[in-house]
């Protein structure tokens, strides 16, 4: 479409009208169920193809994807470490070869 020096206009205008029925449904979605904020983020993903607005409006998104994509895998991989340490300490339990566990602390006096 950007080749076509007749065609550009109208391709600008199509993608304006989509993008913008698209976030005008997730401000609706707002109040009404539905995926509200992912709907107005999409129409500012359509936009963006076109207009540099949009496409500077999207960038805090998109630091926040990243930053919640790191977080994610940073928590997938814990929780992973988490759980082959319980798995290696049961097998080492069962295998007689773990250290003693700690004892408990005594009862606090008057209780």
């Known amino acids: 479409m950007h080749t076509h020096p007749a065609l550009h206009l109208p391709w600008r205008v199509l993608v304006g009208t989509v993008g913008t029925v698209v976030i005008l449904a997730g401000i609706a979605m707002l109040i009404v169920p539905g995926p509200g904020i992912t709907s107005i983020l999409l129409g500012l993903l359509v936009l963006s193809t076109e207009f540099r607005w949009a496409h500077r409006l999207l960038r805090p998104a998109r630091v926040w994807a990243r930053r919640g994509e790191k977080w994610a895998i ?30 408990s602390p005594p009862d606090a006096p008057g209780e």
Do not use: I, Q, V
Not at 76 to 102: F, I, Q
């Open 74 to 103: 940073r928590t997938k991989n814990d929780l992973l470490e988490r759980y082959r340490g319980r798995r290696s300490a049961k097998a080492a339990r069962r295998d007689g070869t773990a250290p003693p566990s700690p004892p």
